[in-house]
C-alpha cells in the first residue's frame, strides 16, 4: 500500500483527460525505463482510482512513471516502505521522499527532490508537451495500477537536467578532503535506504544527512559551537 501523498482532507477525484507517463522513472535519482504508471494518491483516500485529482482546488493529475524497483520502495511490496512521494502546498509540487523514523512525525518524510517529471495540469496538458511517450498501459498484476511497456527513447527538448553536482574539497597534507568524504558516506550508507558508496547512491546519504541537519538545526549549531569552543 501507497504511504499517503497528501496530508489535507480537502482532495477529491476527478475525471479528466487521458494522458501518458514516462518515459522515465520520475524519482529524480533513477533515471530507468518507467515500466509502471503509479496513482500517487491512493486508492482508499479518493475510493477508487481517479487519474486525476483537486488538492485544496488546485487540479492535477494523479500518475507517475516509476521503474519496478521505485515502484516497489513505494510500495512497500519488497521489505517494507523505503520511500513516497508527497505534495508540497508551498511550491504546488510532489516530491520524492526518503523515510525517517516511522514514530516521527516531523521527521517521518526527507525530502529529496521534486518528481522529474512533474505529472500535467490541464493547462500543461494542454500545449504539445514532450514528456509525454507514445506507448501504452498495461495492467500491473500486483496493485491495479497500470503498467507501461518499455518506451522507445525520446530526445529531451529545452534545458538539460544536470547529472553532477561538483564540490571542492581540501587536498593537503593535514587534510585529505576526498578520503573525509569518503569515509563518512561509507559509514552513513547503510542507515539509509536507496543508499550505498557509488556515485549514485552517495547522493541519497548527502540528501538525508543535510535534511537531518536542517531539521534539527539548533542541535547542529550547539554541536559545532562546543567543537570550536574546544
Excluded at 36 to 47: E, G, K, M, N, T
Amino acid at each position: 500500500m501507497t504511504l499517503p501523498a497528501v496530508d489535507s482532507w480537502n482532495v477529491r477525484g476527478l475525471a479528466g483527460p487521458a494522458y501518458k507517463v514516462g518515459p522515465r522513472c520520475s524519482n529524480p535519482g533513477c533515471g530507468k525505463f518507467a515500466e509502471h504508471a503509479h496513482h500517487i494518491v491512493r486508492r482508499s483516500q479518493l475510493v477508487k482510482d481517479y487519474d486525476w485529482i483537486a488538492i485544496d482546488g488546485f487540479v492535477i493529475a494523479n500518475k507517475t512513471g516509476l521503474c519496478p524497483g521505485c515502484h516497489d520502495d513505494i510500495t512497500g511490496v519488497v521489505g517494507g516502505h523505503k520511500a513516497a512521494i508527497r505534495w508540497e502546498a508551498d511550491d504546488e509540487k510532489f516530491w520524492w521522499c526518503l523515510l525517517g523514523p516511522e514514530n516521527d512525525p516531523v521527521g517521518r518524510y526527507l525530502l529529496v527532490a521534486p518528481i522529474q517529471p512533474q505529472p500535467p495540469t490541464p493547462d500543461s496538458l494542454a500545449t504539445d508537451d514532450p514528456r509525454a511517450s507514445d506507448t501504452g498501459p498495461e495492467s500491473c498484476p500486483f496493485c491495479g495500477q497500470e503498467t507501461r511497456r518499455r518506451p522507445a527513447l525520446t530526445p529531451r527538448v529545452g534545458r538539460r537536467q544536470r547529472k553532477r553536482w561538483t564540490v571542492l574539497v581540501p587536498d593537503e597534507e593535514l587534510e585529505n578532503g576526498a578520503d573525509v568524504l569518503d569515509s563518512l558516506i561509507e559509514n552513513l550508507a547503510p542507515l539509509i535506504p536507496n543508499a550505498d558508496a557509488s556515485a549514485t547512491g552517495r547522493y541519497y546519504v548527502i540528501v538525508a544527512a543535510l535534511a537531518h541537519a536542517l531539521m534539527d538545526s539548533e542541535s547542529l549549531t550547539a554541536s559545532i559551537a562546543g567543537k570550536n569552543a574546544a
